[in-house]
């Protein structure tokens, strides 16, 4: 394979990788410094790893010459695994909002909901669009239910409002990715792509944060 010659293309592709980093520091910090083995633990390390992945596959989608067959393969791998990462996040915030056990439970009617989501999204040109408006409104329901946990000084306050200051950052990133127009020019031309992966890693740091300060409470 041969890198693409394209400015944006190469750079949404190192945004990615950036991205993928990002991920696997919170993978990082969750198998090296948190030693308790429970299901929120075990859930943010299946979003960080998806998410990991995902990055990947997207950077080599965006970065490498490819075939065409290939490339709708990465494709939808990359829609496959964005369902997952969103699907992820939902039973990763479901802890702290309602319990473990619902957790638990709502596994597979979120599967199911992302199989809907999957299955529309056939329908639509624009195939991610699906994607980002579901992962809009789980971090727009996130950003409330974190913003009242902090409120009412349930759990870790302080983790709190840095999980809901990570949701509204990636509400944010998910109106660029939805709008589709937003560019700017820093030394490169950075397209809506590539501003929204510098904006959600900031949001993944963000919940890395939380993790901590919800752990080191403990």
Same mark, same amino acid.
């Given at each position: 394979?041969?890198?693409?010659? *394209? ?6 592709? =190192? ?8 991920? !696997? $520091? ?33 950077? =080599?989608?965006?970065? !490498?010459?490819?075939? +065409? ?13 964005? *369902? ?20 638990? #439970?709502?596994?597979? +009617?979120?599967? !199911?909901?992302?199989? $809907? ?26 950003? $409330? ?6 409120? #009412?000084?349930?759990?870790? +306050? ?35 792509? =590539? =501003? ?23």
């Amino acid at each position: 394979m041969t890198l693409v010659h *394209g400015e944006i293309d190469l750079l949404t592709a =190192i945004t990615n990788v950036g991205l993928a980093l990002v991920a !696997f $520091i919170g993978a990082l910090y969750l198998l090296v410094f948190v030693r308790r083995k429970q299901w929120k633990r075990s859930i943010w390390l299946i979003f960080f790893t998806i998410m990991f992945i995902a990055s990947l596959v997207a950077a =080599i989608y965006h970065g !490498f010459e490819i075939p +065409p067959y290939f490339r709708v393969c990465l494709w939808y791998g990359v829609l496959v695994l964005l *369902g997952l990462l969103i699907s992820s996040f939902v039973l990763a915030v479901s802890v702290d909002l309602v319990n473990e056990d619902f957790s638990k #439970r709502a596994i597979l +009617p979120v599967l !199911f909901i992302f199989l $809907i989501v999957f299955v529309f999204s056939f329908s639509l040109k624009d195939k991610i669009f699906a994607f980002a408006v579901y992962q809009f409104l789980i971090s727009a329901v996130a950003f $409330i239910g974190y913003s009242i946990l902090a409120l #009412r000084r349930q759990s870790s +306050p302080c983790g709190s409002w840095f999980m809901a200051l990570g949701s509204i950052v990636s509400i944010v990133a998910m109106a660029v990715q939805l709008d589709g127009s937003l560019s700017v020019s820093i030394i490169w031309d950075l397209d809506h792509n =590539i =501003i929204y992966h510098f904006v959600q890693a900031f949001g993944v740091v963000l919940f890395i944060l939380g993790l901590r300060r919800f752990y080191s409470e403990k």
